[in-house]
Every structure is written in C-alpha cells, then in structure tokens.
Antibody
Framework: QVQLVESGGGVVQPGGSLRLSCSASGFTFGSYGMHWVRHTPGKGLEWVALIWYDGSSEGYADSVKGRFTISRDNSKNTVSLQMNSLRVEDTGVYYC???????????WGQGTLVTVSS | EIVMTQSPATLSVSPGERATLSCRASQSVGSNLAWYQQKPGQAPRLLIYGASSRATGIPARFSGSGSGTEFTLTISSPQSEDFAVYYCQQYNNWPPFTFGPGTKVNIK
C-alpha cells in the first residue's frame, strides 16, 4: 500500500533553516507529482509546493516563494523541502502528499512538526 | 488566486442526524473540487474528488454535490468516528491549490 513518511522537523529560530524529507513506498514514485502541504494554527491547511513526476517543474505558494525549495530523487523515492529564512508563521505540521490527476491529494504522510521560535 | 469559503465554521449534530456542509469558490472551479476529513493528530484523508466521487474505502453515507462555485458535502447519518474537521479544496486553477478554512463537525 502507499506509504509516505516525513522526517526532519524540529525547533528552529527565526531566520534559520530546516530540511524536510519524505520517503515513499508502495507505488511507482517516479510516475507521480508530489506536494508539500502544511497545517498552521493561523491558516489551517495551506498548500506549499509541488514538483512534477520527473522533477522538470516546480511551483510554490507566494508565502514561501524564494525561501523554500522542493526537490526529488526518483532513484531513492524521496521528495525534500529545503526551508530557509524561516519565520514564526511557518510553524505547523508539514505533510507530503501524492497528487493523482483528477483525484488531487489521494495519499498523505503522517506529518512532521516544524516550530519556528526564539 | 481562487478563494474558498466554508460554512458553517462549526456544526453540531446528533449521531444519525443529517449533516450538510457548504463550500463556495470565488470563481468557477468546474467539478475540480475535493473534500478532506481531518481528525486531531492525523493527516487529512481524501473523501470526495471530482465534487461527487467517493474515494476508495469511503462509506456511502458521505456524498458530495455541486459544480461551478457552490458545493455541498452531506453526511447522511453521522457516526461517532465522523466527528472531525472537513476541508474543501479546489484543483481547477493551480498553482496555488487552495483550501477552505474548514468546518468542524461536533457531537451535539
């Protein structure tokens, strides 16, 4: 069955950096677009970033553009989110999710908590 | 950016009493609308896609309807495990994918 496992969350000071990873199994990873979605106290669910199945294209929410970078390694079945210049408002649980055309986000990881605080 | 709104913010229902949740888009999203259920400490779960199609394993008591800008999620006879927060999300015009603020379904 489809399994997505995030890691890399933690506590970081404002302006700091963190790298999240999501390990996928149970499906042909290289055939699917992958996304990061976060749940924050202030905004509820918020889409963060996407990367196409082959890594050829990326997209970002305006709130993270220029600070976050999504990447993937199809040989290792992983998708990552490099987060720089972190702000207090980036605090939340970060989920990786699989995108299926027509279904949208059909599978989600359990999430990893990011806390940005001084 | 398409803005999604949901009403009510909180809905109190008795087990077995029909629950109707509404979602509105700021512009047409066709049928590219999904509903997710989220319980505390858990990841969102896809319930409905394409505005009215149930995802794999979702009980028949969940149904979705609507198109364009107005959508409804109905829980025909809520069970105890259905008390959660429900989010609608459009995937017609992206990026960004946009979610509604959620409706919390409580036990009355």
């Amino acid at each position: 069955q489809v399994q997505l496992v995030e890691s890399g969350g933690g506590v970081v000071q404002p302006g700091g950096s963190l790298r999240l990873s999501c390990s996928a199994s149970g499906f042909t990873f290289g055939s699917y677009g992958m996304h990061w979605v976060r749940h924050t106290p202030g905004k509820g669910l918020e889409w963060v970033a996407l990367i196409w199945y082959d890594g050829s294209s990326e997209g970002y929410a305006d709130s993270v553009k220029g600070r976050f970078t999504i990447s993937r390694d199809n040989s290792k079945n992983t998708v990552s989110l490099q987060m720089n210049s972190l702000r207090v408002e980036d605090t939340g649980v970060y989920y990786c999710a699989r995108f299926v055309t027509g279904l949208c986000f059909d599978s989600w990881g359990q999430g990893t908590l990011v806390t940005v605080s001084s | 950016e398409i803005v999604m709104t949901q009403s009510p913010a909180t809905l109190s229902v008795s087990p077995g009493e029909r629950a109707t949740l509404s979602c509105r888009a700021s512009q047409s999203v066709g049928s590219n609308l999904a509903w997710y259920q989220q319980k505390p400490g858990q990841a969102p779960r896809l319930l409905i896609y394409g505005a009215s199609s149930r995802a794999t394993g979702i009980p028949a008591r969940f149904s979705g309807s609507g198109s364009g800008t107005e959508f409804t999620l109905t829980i025909s006879s809520p069970q105890s495990e259905d008390f959660a927060v429900y989010y609608c999300q459009q995937y017609n015009n992206w990026p960004p994918f946009t979610f509604g603020p959620g409706t919390k379904v409580n036990i009355k």
